[in-house]
């Protein structure tokens, strides 16, 4: 080999490690921009970073990314779901009615058990409607957002239902620690979120299930000729959806013990932006279920830390939003470097296996 | 024929390389003015990328384009049109929501000054250009309503009302019918009156010496023969494209007769229904037999029902009527999983639409289908494509990359490894090698007579004459949903296949008939 060709190849290589680099980069930018939104508010408020204000903010954090979590799979699977945060609200005035009507003894068992059933039925409406009925996920969950919405309303005819924890009468129930309690230092909604990404990420990843959402968001067509029941794998990602919307409601409930119809208003809106910002696509196939809880993470972070700073609430909305669109963006131009570097990666993977 | 002479446009040394191969190797490829060029050449062999370097679509490596004797630079297929050269389309580009003249006119709309449409011109324009095609289709007319061959003519009523002086026409005849072919070669011999000059791609060889004034036959890249219409025989044809004197069969083991029944339809019949905005044939009472280790040939127009016999076979369709018996057992096939779990697996026509996960690596679309344990274990998984790309000979260093860095011919393989890890029975093809490079197809045909030698039965469909005549043990020619023949290995040639295909007698006949039928 000549010199000029050392160089060049050498050149050459150093170009191939600047554009993993950057990739590796952009693919880890979730986890980047946390670090760097912990550190800028950790040097702005000096509390931000105690015990206290951790525990607050996990709280938070937590109730979005469990609504995302569920919201994953649904993305991934090439749909969407609207219905989230009418599902939470509908899951707290079950509850909160089951509660409040039943005569004698701690109903939490029931209540819980009676607002899950609620929420997964309307997830069985999304997933049927879209697979049977032919609707669009779109329109399918904008209509359950609205029917969900009201059925929450009509439950108490707009009002809340307050007490939850027990009553002037001296009943006290466990429910409010579902919301409120700790374990090993750390809120049970904290848990709750753990518990759910563990299984979320293990589906995604280690089992067929978890294959076929990917396969099916990928190309639908394809997965069902390879004999996946697309019906069925998009059902279940629905009724997950549903199920987390409950778990939130109910912890909402519990943390304030008491349950109000307007409860998870634009929470599907959170979510779906947590998803995005966690590098999943809304075309589906493409997307992990950390990334989603990343999304939440920061999220709830940026919001937390602007209060803190006293950033005007307004504010707030637009910063939410311009993260949102430059998230994105960024996501766009992973792909397009993606799809340069292809032929790229492909060669230096070839010749490396000379 | 030829009248008027000399050449009109001119591809000087051109070069077009892709990532992986060359296809096009320094041609030089001159079209003759006011006269039929016809471009002959196998799936793969570069008539397609010439085309759509002519057409402005591409833009070559080397080389330079000559229109009257003028360097010509192409950019866009809009640069292209402005100079009057326009293509049609193997696969229609006509909007099916929009009007005949909304198409005629789409992406180059008549307006005012203001931004306005002139309806009332472009209504006027579209029907003058339907009138030199002798076709007074309504202008107002919904796209979506046509037949496939009156939306070739809308398309063909655009490039004229653009005034196109040179007329590209990619396989215009793959889709028609023999009435609709007749009127369209009707329509190619006016235009030729009128001085267009008509660039031709077919790999139909009877349709070619028909309507034809010069020759080119291309093969990997390259021109190797040119000659005009006085000269040129179907022998001639034939030797030049597939570069043998007589194609090579794959051999086969020779088919025991005596070997047991795999696979048996009796009466198979499904409704016709429109999918996807193309009407889906319903199947009309078809029977057959596919013995173990056989590899059965289905030959058939577009629209003669291969797809949907193949889909009820997958699982994918359901029948109206009839049975289908595998190794003597009644099975049910109203999913794919159930197909697939009897023993049925089937690789797609169209491999992006149907095919491949674009987003998942080469090792999970392998394994898509694969009925694996309740928790994924990516070594085991890694173990067995591994072997899988071993015995299919799919040439890719790291499974992890995504399926898309592949080429055609290994995208194939792959697709064909994902129904291999199902451990079929019977294995249904739908266009094994479509879009495939010549290289590639034979390592196919060969590695599907290995399969078949180790008792795997085979049945696919094709278009393609040559394929059916190389691969298959035996041919079934299905024409509107019904069988219309079977040939024997021996039988299996051009002219039994068109005849046995065609819905009508004879196409010469046809021709006469000047497409009443439209």
């Keep these: 080999m000549t010199p000029i060709a050392q160089t060049l190849s050498r050149s050459n290589r150093l170009a191939d490690r600047g554009a993993r680099l950057l990739l590796l980069l952009l693919r880890a930018r979730a986890v980047l921009v946390l670090v760097v939104l912990l550190a800028v508010f950790a040097l702005l408020v000096p509390s931000f970073l105690s015990a206290n204000n951790l525990s607050i903010l996990s709280k938070h954090v937590s109730i979005s990314a469990i609504v995302a979590i569920g919201m994953t799979f649904v993305v991934l699977a090439g749909g969407i779901d609207l219905s989230v945060g009418s599902m939470a609200g509908l899951s707290g005035m079950v509850a909160g009615y089951v509660l409040t009507h039943h005569a004698g003894g701690d109903a939490t068992l029931l209540a819980v058990l009676a607002a899950l059933l609620a929420c997964l039925a309307v997830g069985a409406v999304n997933g049927l409607l879209v697979t049977r009925a032919g609707v669009a996920p779109f329109i399918a969950t904008l209509g359950t957002l609205y029917i969900a919405r009201g059925a929450a309303l009509l439950i108490s005819n707009g009002k809340t239902f307050p007490n939850l924890g027990g009553d002037a009468s001296g009943t006290t129930r466990l429910f409010p620690a579902i919301g409120q309690s700790f374990l090993l230092h750390l809120p049970t909604p904290v848990?709750?979120?753990?518990?759910?990404?563990?299984?979320?990420?293990?589906?995604?990843?280690?089992?067929?299930?978890?294959?076929?959402?990917?396969?099916?968001?990928?190309?639908?067509?394809?997965?069902?000729?390879?004999?996946?029941?697309?019906?069925?794998?998009?059902?279940?990602?629905?009724?997950?959806?549903?199920?987390?919307?409950?778990?939130?409601?109910?912890?909402?409930?519990?943390?304030?013990?008491?349950?109000?119809?307007?409860?998870?208003?634009?929470?599907?809106?959170?979510?779906?932006?947590?998803?995005?910002?966690?590098?999943?696509?809304l075309m589906g196939g493409r997307g992990t279920v950390l990334g989603s809880l990343l999304g939440a993470f920061v999220i709830g972070v940026l919001a937390d830390g602007l209060v803190m700073l006293g950033v005007s609430e307004f504010w707030q909305i637009v910063i939410k939003g311009l993260v949102i669109v430059l998230a994105v963006s960024i996501d766009q131009l992973q792909t397009r470097l993606q799809a340069a570097f292809l032929p790229y990666l492909m060669r230096s993977s070839t010749e490396a296996g000379r | 024929m030829s009248a008027g002479g000399g050449i009109i446009l001119e591809a000087r040394d051109v070069v077009k390389r892709y990532p992986g191969h060359v296809a096009l190797d320094h041609i030089t490829y001159r079209v003759h003015r006011n006269a039929v060029n016809v471009l002959i050449g196998e799936n793969g062999a570069g008539k397609s990328t010439l085309m759509r370097i002519l057409a402005g679509v591409e833009q070559a490596d080397e080389g330079t384009l000559w229109l009257e004797g003028q360097p010509l630079q192409l950019g866009s297929?809009?640069?292209?049109?402005?100079?009057?050269?326009?293509?049609?389309?193997?696969?229609?580009?006509?909007?099916?929501?929009?009007?005949?003249?909304?198409?005629?006119?789409?992406?180059?709309?008549?307006?005012?000054?203001?931004?306005?449409?002139?309806?009332?011109?472009?209504?006027?324009?579209?029907?003058?250009?339907?009138?030199?095609?002798?076709?007074?289709?309504?202008?107002e007319g919904l796209v979506a309503e046509l037949s496939l061959g009156n939306r070739q003519l809308v398309e063909l009523a655009r490039t004229l009302a653009h005034g196109a002086r040179v007329l590209i026409l990619d396989e215009p005849t793959s889709a028609l019918s023999v009435a609709e072919t007749a009127a369209l070669f009707q329509v190619v011999e006016e235009l030729r009156a009128a001085g267009v000059t008509i660039l031709y791609i077919s790999h139909r060889l009877h349709e070619l010496l028909h309507l034809g004034d010069y020759f080119t036959v291309l093969r990997s890249g390259?021109?190797?023969?040119?000659?005009?219409?006085?000269?040129?025989?179907?022998?001639?044809?034939?030797?030049?494209?597939?570069?043998?004197?007589?194609?090579?069969?794959?051999?086969?083991?020779?088919?025991?007769?005596?070997?047991?029944?795999?696979?048996?339809?009796?009466?198979?019949?499904?409704?016709a229904m429109a999918q996807d905005e193309s009407v889906r044939t319903a199947l009309d009472g078809v029977s057959l037999v596919l013995r173990r280790g056989e590899v059965l040939g289905l030959y058939g127009l577009l629209g003669a029902g291969r797809t949907e016999l193949l889909e009820v076979l997958a699982g994918l369709r359901p029948r109206a009527d009839g049975e289908v018996l595998l190794d003597g057992q009644p099975v049910r096939l109203r999913t794919v999983a159930e197909a697939i779990a009897a023993g049925i697996a089937m690789v797609p026509e169209d491999?992006?639409?149907?095919?491949?996960?674009?987003?998942?690596?080469?090792?999970?679309?392998?394994?898509?289908?694969?009925?694996?344990?309740?928790?994924?274990?990516?070594?085991?998984?890694?173990?067995?494509?591994?072997?899988?790309?071993?015995?299919?000979?799919?040439?890719?260093h790291d499974l992890e990359l995504p399926v898309t860095a592949l080429s055609g011919g290994n995208q194939q393989k792959v697709l064909l490894a994902r129904c291999l890890a199902c451990a079929p029975r019977v294995l249904l093809l739908d266009e094994p090698t479509r879009g495939i490079d010549v290289g590639a197809k034979h390592e196919i045909y060969r590695i599907l007579r290995q399969l078949a030698s180790a008792g795997l039965s085979i049945l696919f469909t094709s278009s393609e004459v040559e394929e059916t005549t190389l691969l298959a043990d035996r041919a079934l020619v299905l024409c509107q949903g019904r069988i219309a023949a079977e040939l024997p290995a021996g039988a299996i040639t051009d002219e039994a296949l068109f005849a046995a295909a065609s819905p009508q007698v004879a196409t010469t006949a046809a021709t006469s008939q000047q497409g009443s039928k439209l």
Aim: charged share 20%.
């Design chain 1, 191 to 281: 848990w709750v979120m753990a518990m759910l990404f563990a299984i979320a990420s293990g589906v995604a990843t280690r089992t067929p299930l978890g294959r076929h959402i990917y396969a099916i968001g990928g190309n639908e067509r394809a997965a069902r000729l390879a004999g996946i029941n697309v019906a069925q794998v998009k059902l279940v990602t629905y009724l997950f959806s549903g199920l987390c919307g409950a778990l939130v409601g109910l912890i909402i409930a519990a943390q304030l013990e008491a349950s109000h119809p307007a409860t998870g208003e634009t929470f599907e809106l959170n979510a779906i932006a947590a998803v995005v910002l966690g590098g999943t696509s």
């Design chain 2, 351 to 396: 491999r992006q639409r149907d095919g491949l996960v674009p987003e998942l690596s080469i090792r999970e679309n392998v394994v898509l289908a694969a009925k694996g344990a309740r928790v994924l274990s990516p070594a085991q998984e890694t173990q067995r494509v591994r072997e899988l790309a071993t015995q299919l000979n799919i040439v890719a």
């Design chain 2, 77 to 139: 297929p809009r640069e292209a049109s402005a100079q009057g050269i326009a293509i049609v389309h193997q696969e229609l580009a006509v909007l099916p929501n929009l009007n005949v003249a909304e198409n005629v006119f789409a992406g180059r709309e008549l307006t005012h000054r203001l931004p306005v449409l002139k309806t009332d011109e472009q209504k006027s324009r579209s029907a003058s250009a339907l009138r030199r095609l002798h076709k007074p289709l309504a202008v």
């Design chain 2, 222 to 271: 390259r021109i190797v023969g040119e000659a005009e219409r006085s000269e040129v025989t179907r022998q001639w044809i034939v030797e030049r494209m597939s570069g043998r004197s007589e194609a090579e069969r794959v051999a086969s083991a020779g088919v025991a007769v005596a070997s047991p029944v795999a696979l048996e339809v009796k009466g198979l019949r499904t409704t």
